[in-house]
């Protein structure tokens, strides 16, 4: 349970051998490739851009069939429109994949297809504009190309508002004598009309119409008449139509044919391109290039396997890293706790130096969850749910491991609901006596105590993030800071519960108070760290620590304060004034105060955790308000049917359902954030870099060991 060792490798090849070792390292997906780290070239060659240009045009090509195939593909799996669809293919196949002899015809007949179908859709698109152009036209019984001028008369057509036909038409009489307008019968909303003047009064006739709703319109490759060209375009719609029809069919028959080939090698392209631009890593001379990379510790020997073959031609190094590396991370856990790396991966992975912070999580989650959610019925919806979407449905490797931490939050629900007597919230009066009595606090009666409980797993949380920190910074061994961060407050805190469980507050608090500040200020060690400072007046320094030690066990105990009081006044004035180590013992000790008044925050930490027992109590209240509300209409009938029966599971099952959905996003938002902000704050820093293996990058495509298989529920 901790962040895996690594192994700096470095691999020095001949160029002749460079293609099939970046192939096997491909296929082994175990090594990490960094840049090189030796000042040397990139390697660089024309068959390599070459290739990187093939590969660019193939994976453009490969693209383009799977989303062109893409848009006729019907995935018949459950959930389709939420889960993204996966193709499941043997390791072997996929590294096999390439560009067959008929790809670049199938690519081209793919193209031709898309075009086409574009082409239909502009088509029709026009003819639907010259159709509705065409409508208020219809009943004009004069065909179109006969709408022309002569030497003294000018005529043009156009459309008005239906409700503005009249008004537009007096204006234009009022304004121009000599104007004639033929209007049609409207449609729809709109009136055709031909406006004929003589050609002198032609501009003004425009010029008046521009100031209205009137659209000109022309008919510039129209020969008929409108109604007869109405039927042309209806026709070619027709047409189009059976066309669009016949291309539809081609197009899913070659989806259904070839849609998860066409992906798979889109994804086998990129995988081949990502062979080439790797080497933009290595570092290279005239014949010899340098891999550099990590390995897991425990995958050293499937690399050392794959390259085996090459053992004349490459040289491999594998050594632990200096202390000036910064290696990938990648978590080690056992099973039944990886599905908490979730969160960890959240917040970010841990540093190489640092702890792997999901086993000290974990418990914490699990319990903050149930107590969020808190009900039997409630976690085992919730677990169901869970165990059927990483059963039943294909979904990602990720997916799977988010269901499992449901699960683990759906039975820490149960659990707690147990514990706290909600069974679908129905009151605990209403439960049989055999699971009441199972009841150890009921969150309805005692609210102070389930918020007492709530805080007390607070401070145990935030005591158990501090200690982490504290033994963090020991075991780097750096204890100065442990004692003076960490030690420090656990120690006050420590002094409060004493403090508060024995009933003699200022016998304790006082003294403890006092060895905190010591504490927090370092100043144990300050009159060591005063330069230029004579041994007497180190010593005096120690001498002051002692009268104040002294003097706060003397206020706790109440003995004689007085004199230790004015012997530690007189010697603070005289050190402050001519002593520099006790000036710098005193200066610690004020720095101490102020670094343990800062602690004050930790009160806030600690109430944080009420929201933990406030979501539990929303949860139960909501359903109470269900199950009232499903119990006000049981009973209802029209006739003889029991329609109340009905509508009350309708509004049990829905409103539980949404009570269950919110509840949950609070059950995992709220316990995620308390472990990033009040525990992670405490000890955890993150910022590593995951261990990412070069292999193949695929996105659609689940790779098998073998041939074909399934990773979720389907078979492929």
């Not at 690519?107 to 010259?130: F, K, M, N, P, W």
């Not at 002569?150 to 156009?158: S, Y």
């Amino acid at each position: 349970m901790a962040v895996a060792r690594m192994l700096k490798v470095t691999a020095f090849c001949h160029t002749s051998v460079v293609d099939d070792l970046v192939e096997r390292l491909r296929r082994a997906g175990v090594l990490d490739i960094v840049e090189a780290g030796y000042d040397l070239p990139a390697p660089r060659s024309e068959s390599l851009e070459a290739r990187l240009r093939t590969l660019d045009e193939q994976i453009a090509k490969a693209a383009f069939v799977a989303e062109f195939l893409g848009r006729y593909h019907s995935n018949e799996a459950p959930f389709a429109s939420f889960i993204s669809e996966k193709i499941h293919l043997g390791a072997e196949e996929f590294f096999a994949l390439e560009p067959g002899e008929d790809f670049e015809d199938f690519y081209q007949q793919c193209v031709t297809l898309s075009d086409r179908l574009a082409s239909i859709d502009r088509h029709r698109e026009r003819l639907g504009r010259l159709i509705d152009e065409l409508r208020p036209w219809a009943p004009l019984r004069t065909q179109l190309d006969q709408l022309q001028e002569t030497e003294h008369v000018g005529l043009f057509a156009g459309t008005v508002p239906a409700s503005e036909a009249d008004a537009i038409r007096q204006q234009l009489r009022e304004t121009v004598t000599e104007v004639t307008v033929e209007q049609l019968a409207p449609v729809a909303n709109r009136q055709a009309w031909i406006v004929m003047s003589y050609r002198e009064h032609l501009d003004d006739v425009r010029a008046l119409l521009h100031l209205t709703n009137f659209t000109e319109v022309a008919f510039p490759d129209l020969h008929d008449y409108p109604a007869e060209e109405i039927g042309i375009a209806e026709d070619e719609l027709a047409a189009l139509a059976g066309e669009e029809t016949r291309l539809l069919e081609r197009a899913h028959t070659l989806s259904a044919e070839r849609h998860a080939d066409a992906v798979a090698l889109a994804e086998a392209l990129v995988s081949a391109r990502d062979s080439v631009v790797v080497r933009e890593r290595f570092g290279a001379t005239e014949r010899t290039e340098v891999v550099t990379g990590w390995v897991a510790e425990k995958r050293r020997a499937e690399l050392e396997a794959a390259l085996d073959p090459l053992h004349g031609s490459v040289d491999l190094t594998l050594e632990p890293p200096q202390p000036d590396d910064q290696p990938p991370i990648e978590l080690e856990n056992p099973a039944w706790l990886r599905p908490f790396e979730v969160l960890t991966d959240l917040y970010g992975r841990p540093r190489y130096d640092e702890v792997d912070p999901t086993p000290l999580m974990a418990l914490f989650f699990w319990v903050f969850f149930g107590m969020a959610l808190g009900d039997v019925g409630y976690g085992l919806v919730l677990a169901v749910v869970a165990w059927l979407i990483k059963t039943r449905l294909d979904v990602a490797r990720g997916v799977k491991k988010f269901m499992d931490l449901l699960i683990y939050g759906g039975v820490s629900s149960m659990l707690m609901g147990v514990l706290t007597g909600s069974w679908f919230a129905i009151p605990i009066e209403d439960l049989p006596p055999a699971l009441s009595s199972l009841v150890v606090l009921d969150p309805m009666q005692d609210v102070q105590s389930a918020l007492l409980v709530s805080v007390a797993i607070g401070v145990v949380h935030v005591v158990f993030g501090i200690g982490v920190a504290a033994w963090q910074r020991a075991k780097a061994g750096d204890w100065d800071a442990a004692v003076a961060e960490n030690i420090s407050t656990l120690w006050l805190l420590a002094i409060a519960a004493a403090a508060v469980l024995s009933g003699h507050v200022m016998q304790v608090l006082v003294p403890g108070l006092v060895v905190t500040l010591v504490l927090k200020g370092r100043a144990y060690s300050a009159p060591l760290r005063a330069e230029g400072a004579a041994a007497w007046d180190r010593a005096l320094g120690f001498g002051w620590l002692a009268l104040l030690l002294a003097w706060g066990l003397s206020i706790g105990l109440g003995g004689p304060t007085a004199p230790i009081g004015w012997g530690l006044l007189g010697l603070t004035v005289t050190g402050l004034a001519a002593l520099r180590a006790v000036r710098k013992t005193v200066l610690a000790t004020l720095l101490g105060a102020y670094e343990t008044y800062s602690l004050t925050g930790l009160i806030s930490d600690f109430l944080s955790y009420t929201r933990l027992a406030a979501l539990g109590l929303a949860s139960v209240l909501v359903g109470q308000v269900v199950n009232l509300l499903a119990g006000m209409v049981w009973d209802m009938k029209i006739a003889v049917v029991p329609i109340g029966v009905l509508l009350g599971v309708v509004i049990l099952i829905v409103m539980h359902g949404i009570n269950v959905a919110i509840n949950l996003l609070g059950a995992f938002v709220h316990p995620t954030r308390l472990q990033f902000v009040e525990f992670f704050s405490k000890f955890y820093e993150g910022g590593g870099r995951t261990y990412a293996p070069f292999g193949p990058r695929t996105k659609t495509l689940v790779l098998h060991p073998g041939q074909r298989g399934q990773e979720g529920g389907k078979a492929s």
